[in-house]
Nanobody, 123 residues
Framework: QVQLVESGGGLVQAGDSLRLSCATS????????MGWFRQAPGKEREFVGV????????THAKSMKGRFTISRDNAKNTVYLQMNRLKPEDTAIYSC????????????????WGQGTQVTVSS
């Protein structure tokens, strides 16, 4: 099955930037839509963004549009989440996920999940 590994999280100050990466060794990475989700302590999982299998189309959550950008490089089997002007409320565990269905903002549409990477933004 598809195995996903996130990296790039850490502790930063408000206003800083981070780029998260999600990599797989699967050679079938390219057929999947790739989504990013986040979950803060005591809160429900929240949709961040999704990129289509070939990277031609992206969808971003309204609350993060303009600050966060999702992209992918299928030659490297990697999807990215660029996060700019980070705020304390962005603190969460960020997970990437793969879907063999159409692009979706619902977690149930995703078949495979990474372990997540912690992002902590201090004020």
């Amino acid at each position: 099955q598809v195995q996903l590994v996130e990296s790039g999280g850490g502790l930063v100050q408000a206003g800083d930037s981070l780029r998260l990466s999600c990599a797989t060794s699967e050679r079938t990475f390219s057929p999947y839509a790739m989504g990013w989700f986040r979950q803060a302590p005591g809160k429900e999982r929240e949709f961040v963004g999704v990129v289509s299998p070939r990277g031609a189309a992206t969808t971003h959550a309204k609350s993060m549009k303009g600050r966060f950008t999702i992209s992918r490089d299928n030659a490297k089997n990697t999807v990215y989440l660029q996060m700019n002007r980070l705020k304390p409320e962005d603190t969460a565990i960020y997970s990437c996920a793969a879907s063999d269905y159409s692009d979706s903002d619902s977690p149930i549409a995703y078949n495979y999940w990474g372990q997540g990477t912690q992002v902590t933004v201090s004020s």
